[in-house]
């Protein structure tokens, strides 16, 4: 079986007459938009309008998405290609572009007072929900004076700000004693990956130079999240949004209410994520309560690890086709015709990804096989994501990009499919390290997302009244996570620093990009847990729910499979099943 995939249906290459050809078609598309965005007038057939918009913009849509993912694909697939690369920056300008002309569109659909309802029952019924959702975002956008002022001045902003942390982090070392008595100087990045190290003194050093590292620029990272923050409380108020938080739910297509019932059912589990850790300090042999740093100290021998790539899709075409067929044949064509690259060789980036051709109704997927089970998962999951666009390619291709909270529902269920088949054979040995993988990560999405939500909660609120010192900032870090951990952690040995060292608290485009996560793995399993209830019969309804995550509500995506996301017993259907794992791996 072939482990590269084939990029021949987006084009053969660079110098191909089609790529070039589709290049010079976009700018003409390009200016197409600009003029007709430019020449929209106060009164009109706005109907015809908005027909000629979706035709346009969805032929733009399609051109950049083929022409970008080609050379992000390229250039992923060998990152010495200097050619993918040039061509990446090239199509994003083009994309700016595009990104004036839409302004322009949305501020005219918002001023005019149009009620996209009219629209059902018409050709453009479908895209209701899209104008509807323009329609919100052109009454935030201020006038064209100050938004020109906010985005030049947000590249010395917000921008230099996060350029400076990435910078601190970046050029950050520690100094660790290794065994000899001596001291060694290193990245704090590897540093922090000693934490999954097997031995508990290497973990316990590694987290002591990390501290100190992190003293050492304290004060900068703090001047720089103070900043960030600062900015984007400013910008919420301009926009007319009540809060930092509601313009990211406005974006996820959220309500609050669904946050707090989620964390709501969140807070009752808690208890069982500390009986898992404590279960875990017991099992590394300590007397007392676990330390953060050893959080993920492996405790269980590695899972199988002797999957062919053969076998492994074997097993995943197999184990899907246990959910519907149409699962099953979907994995097994992405395998057959080339659309996975799983090969492990120089050049190649790493790590693991999905992207969906929306514009040729197929998908790539990037993975570095090595045989283990975690490889195999993750190749599942992956597929999933691929199997969510394919569930949404019959839409206009306006309609296929759905909000981050619903981005890891099918990846997520495609992996406990994958999860729950595999213990169904394991013997004790595997099973043990397939439920430690499994809780130990649910713990980081579940347990520790709550504690960053808390944070940021409280940081957001500290910082408008005022900038939050490098202490301020450690005690609220501490409070959110003693409120998480609980007593499964040892109160005196948390993670203070955090704040300084977790990227998304200094991404100015990235508040509160915690709930995102606990949402996404709750609501799959909490779907994977209906599926279990009704059976076969589920499965076409979660079809076409994944082809409705484009055009409705994150609300109205749940009511497709009967549920409601304000009610407190979906969550707690979810947890459920992970507190099912944890009692299995207590026993164990
Ligand atoms: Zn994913």
Redesign the pocket.
């Known amino acids: 079986m072939n482990m590269r995939w084939n990029l021949d249906a987006l084009y053969t290459s660079f110098d191909a007459p089609e790529f070039i050809g589709d290049c010079r078609k976009l700018d003409s598309k390009n200016e197409e938009y600009e003029n007709f965005a430019e020449s929209l007038p106060a009164g009109g057939n706005i109907p015809e309008l908005l027909k000629k918009y979706v035709a346009l913009r969805s032929e733009i849509t399609a051109l950049t998405e083929k022409l970008i993912c080609f050379a992000n694909l390229s250039f992923c697939a060998d990152t010495n290609n200097a050619k993918a690369n040039s061509y990446i920056e090239l199509i994003m300008v083009r994309q700016n572009r595009t990104s004036l002309a839409d302004v322009r569109f949305i501020k005219w659909l918002a001023a005019s007072g149009f009620d996209p309802e009219t629209l059902r029952g018409t050709s453009l019924e479908d895209c209701i929900f899209h104008f509807e959702e323009l329609i919100t975002k052109g009454r935030h956008i201020l006038d064209d004076q100050t938004e020109q002022i906010i985005s030049d001045m947000k590249l010395t902003g917000s921008s230099a700000w996060m350029n400076l942390h990435n910078v601190l982090i970046g050029s950050l070392t520690g100094e660790i004693s290794t065994a000899n008595g001596r001291s060694e100087i290193k990245p704090i990045s590897q540093i922090r990956t000693l934490a999954y190290s097997e031995n508990a003194e290497t973990r316990k050093k590694a987290y002591d130079a990390e501290m100190r590292a992190y003293r050492k620029v304290e004060k900068a990272a703090a001047a720089c999240i103070n900043a960030i923050k600062g900015e984007s409380i400013t910008l919420a108020r301009m926009r007319g949004y009540a809060s930092p938080l509601e313009m990211v739910l406005t974006k996820n297509r959220m309500e609050k209410s669904i946050i707090d019932t989620m964390f709501a059912a969140i807070k009752e589990y808690l208890p069982c994520f500390r009986a898992y850790y404590k279960k875990k300090a017991k099992m590394l042999g300590l007397s007392g309560s676990l330390p953060f740093y050893d959080i993920f100290a492996p405790v269980t021998t590695k899972a199988q690890s002797d999957f062919t790539y053969e076998n492994a899709a074997d097993f995943i075409v197999e184990k899907f086709s246990t959910f519907s067929r149409k699962l099953g044949d979907f994995a097994r064509n992405a395998f057959e015709n080339n659309w996975i690259d799983a090969e492990i060789r120089e050049g190649k980036v790493g790590g693991a990804?999905?992207e969906n051709l929306f514009a040729i109704s197929q998908s790539r997927i990037l993975a570095n096989f090595g045989g283990s089970y975690n490889d195999v998962t993750t190749i599942a999951?992956?597929l999933?994501?691929a199997f969510h666009g394919h569930c949404l390619s019959n839409n206009v291709i306006l309609n296929t990009s759905y909000p981050s909270p619903l981005?890891?529902t099918a990846?997520?269920f495609c992996e406990t499919i994958i999860n729950k088949a595999a213990l169904k054979e394991a013997d004790k040995e595997t099973s043990l390290a397939i439920l430690e993988a499994d809780i130990s990560s649910a713990g980081q999405v579940i347990v520790d997302i709550y504690s960053r939500y808390l944070f940021e909660t409280a940081l957001f609120k500290a910082r408008e009244t005022a900038p939050l010192s490098p202490e301020q900032l450690c005690e609220e870090m501490t409070k959110a996570q003693i409120a998480s951990y609980g007593d499964g952690l040892d109160e005196k040995v948390l993670h203070p620093y955090l704040w300084l060292i977790k990227p998304h608290y200094y991404n100015p485009d990235w508040n509160f990009y915690n709930f995102p996560y606990a949402f996404g793995l709750l609501f799959a399993k909490g779907l994977y847990a209906k599926y279990t209830e009704t059976g076969s019969s589920f499965t076409e309804k979660y079809e076409f729910l994944l082809s409705e995550t484009g055009k409705r509500s994150v609300t109205d995506v749940a009511k497709i499979v009967d549920v409601d996301l304000n009610d407190i017993n979906f969550w707690k259907n979810s947890l459920e099943l992970i507190k099912e794992d944890i009692s299995k791996f207590l026993d164990l």
């Open positions: 990804f999905c999951h992956e999933g994501h981005a890891e990846s997520i």
